[in-house]
Nanobody
Framework: VQLPAYGGGLVQAGGCLRL?????????????MGWFRQAPGEEREFVAA????????VYADSVQGRFTISRDNAKNTVYLQMNSLKPEDTAVYYC???????????????WGQGTVVTVSS
């Protein structure tokens, strides 16, 4: 499964970005999709996840109310809408696929190469 993510860039604090991740798998609807991020010198951390149908979502406390994960199964694409961005959101953002709706990175077995998001103050 290929998971190219794009849409990153430089944005000012308070701004917004939308990250799409278009999966190559014809079995996209079999997977839970998640977003993770890794800041320089930090461990990879969970951001958000969405069930295979899109009916359930889970968010990290740090992004709850600001970020929204969604998916379009007809387009094999998962999105991360990021609003009210803060400098501490600066990181490389990765999309990933799992069989279960969890927040643990090791439970995701397909990963994209990441896209860089930089939020300036």
């Amino acid at each position: 499964v290929q998971l190219p993510a794009y849409g990153g860039g430089l944005v000012q604090a308070g701004g917004c970005l939308r990250l799409p991740c278009a999966a190559s798998a014809r079995t996209f609807t079999d997977y839970v999709m998640g977003w993770f991020r890794q800041a320089p010198g930090e461990e990879r951390e969970f951001v958000a996840a969405i069930s295979s149908s899109g009916g359930r979502t889970v968010y990290a406390d740090s992004v709850q109310g600001r970020f929204t994960i969604s998916r379009d199964n007809a387009k094999n694409t998962v999105y991360l809408q990021m609003n009210s961005l803060k400098p501490e959101d600066t990181a490389v953002y990765y999309c990933a696929a799992s069989a279960v709706l969890v927040t643990i990175p090791t439970m995701y077995y397909y990963w994209g190469q990441g896209t860089v998001v930089t939020v300036s103050s």
